[in-house]
């Protein structure tokens, strides 16, 4: 189903890249759909400065976003798209040369493209070769509906909601959805409720069973057992009734009910560390849920991220899972990198510098491609996972995680 999307913009210029990232974080967690995030200026420096702080965004959010950055030329989008961002927006009213946005399309796609324009003239001049036009300065009425049927593509309006009315904007048909600073440190879930009320296609987070017909204990309760939803780690147990379950579904935060207090307590409400819900599933039996949540901070009273850390008995297994696998040995890299430890090979590559990195990572490649020439396929497994080991290195020595190539990875579906 094809929702109508509440963007929430925010002005990077003059700000600080850590105020950016926290504004960032909040609109992430309260509903936001996407987000766009701009900065035009021409100076290099606040160019740069803004694509760090775009780099820290990607880090710190699980929404995608947009971002605008003055495009004197192609590599300039390109430099945006490196940060994370899924879509790059160009402004067309300070677009030196048209070039940048047709080779900007070629290369990534008309759909990652956007073009920024006023509504005056974005119907009648603007012949780039992308899916969808930013609008701003509308006028919510008849003639802008006609113009936008008539366009040929998809269009997003960019308001303050001063003027406007959000219902109104979004009823329009071949709106894909509304960017606007207007829900600044406000609840989204609870403006995208409204608007799903009152006939609008909206994604809310709404749960697609009624808690009664789950099965629940004497007390009215079922059990909930919550992951981190990026690396499926265990984290806790606990228990929901009726209303938890429902105010989980309203906030977009783990709500639970307490048997000792009795009575519902929203995880983080103390300490800080809330749960943002990602997915709520249940299971074959419809007796126990399981949340997968974005944890801020450790979700154990003790302090540990997780409360399963008391070993009670173990047999000694091969682990062969990639992620943990991959994430282990890189945690190991980047602590030969912090503490030297006499005799490592990781230590003597690190002490040897970018080049001798590079250099390996090259003849690992080429032993690959000999290898894979070789009918005999154990040879070729024991070449790619010398490259990968290498490539880990020199992963830590420029500053990238396992995490950031997998976003990328993400990116690009």
Partial sequence: MAYKKIIPFINGENEL?????????????????????????????????????LKAVDKAIDIPFMAGMYAGRFEDVKKVFYTGADRVVIKYEICPDESVVKEAAGRFGGDKILIEVDADIAFERIAFPVDTLLVKHVDADELFQKKVTACGKKVIIRDSLLRNDLGDLM??????????????????????????ESGIEINTFESQMPFSEMKTDEHGLIPCIVQDYRTNQVLMMAYMNEESYYKTCETGKMTYFSRSRQKLWCKGDTSGHYQYVKELALDCDNDTILAKVHQVGAACHTGAYSCFFKELAKKDYVDTNPLTILEEDFATILNRREHPREGSYTNYLFTKGLDKILKKCGEEASE??????????????????????HMMVLMAECGLTWEDVTKELANRR
């Fill in 17 to 53: 890249a850590s105020s950016i990232v926290k504004l960032a974080e909040e609109y992430c967690f309260s509903g936001a759909d996407e987000l766009f995030i701009y900065n035009y200026s021409k100076i290099e420096r606040e160019r740069e400065e803004f694509l760090a702080a």
């Fill in 171 to 196: 009823r329009m048909d071949g709106i894909l959805g509304v960017s606007t600073n207007y829900y600044k440190n406000k609840d989204l879930y609870r403006v995208k409720r409204k608007m799903k």
């Fill in 368 to 389: 690959i491609i000999i290898a894979a020439k070789n009918p005999d396929s154990e040879e070729l497994k024991y070449e790619i996972a010398d490259f990968l080991y």
